[in-house]
């Protein structure tokens, strides 16, 4: 539950797994105390859909977008799969005031193998893990992370 997990205040989350062991999930979530922490959550969420749609291209296999101008620093990393069921992975750049991220994922339902440890080209720039890997950079290194997000992707997308 995305309350709970962005949640700073630990009075809070101890209220809502107590309230969980004699409620159902379905009382607590549309209670006043969770809907109102929920309706933000889900309208910065909404908001990131929509940019990822208008953003998103996809060529040979790789959804690609920028949100490093939107002021949004983390996203839900199924979307790109919902508007693009057929890709294998999804390179994105973001920024904050701490850094400026490139985020690599496989798809986990596409239709084609992944043919590419995620991790191994992460680690050229910085970064790893084998299905989904990231690379960060220094807030102010937008430009490099837009260049090392081309090599990127031109490594990972599949021949014509």
Not at 28 to 49: F, G, K, M, Y
Not at 83 to 89: N, R
Not at 120 to 139: D, F, N, Q, T, W
Request: proline share 5%; charged share 30%.
């Amino acid at each position: 539950m995305q309350v709970i997990e962005g949640e700073k205040d630990p009075a809070f989350v101890e209220n809502i797994i107590r309230r969980l062991t004699d409620e159902t999930l379905d009382a607590v979530v549309e209670s006043d105390e969770v809907q109102h922490r929920l309706a933000p959550i889900l309208e910065r969420h909404w908001n990131t859909v929509n940019l990822i749609k208008e953003r998103a291209s996809y060529e040979r296999g790789v959804v690609t977008f920028d949100l490093a101008d939107t002021g949004i620093d983390g996203y839900n990393k199924f979307i790109p799969y919902y508007f693009y069921p057929e890709t294998t992975y999804n390179v994105a750049v973001t920024q904050s005031e701490f850094r400026t991220k490139i985020s690599v994922g496989s798809n986990p339902w596409s239709p084609r193998p992944r043919l590419h440890n995620i991790a191994e080209i992460c680690e050229r720039y910085g970064g790893g893990h084998a299905v989904v890997g990231a690379v960060s950079l220094k807030p102010d290194e937008l430009e490099t992370a837009r260049r090392y997000a081309a090599e990127i992707i031109e490594t990972i997308r599949f021949e014509d």
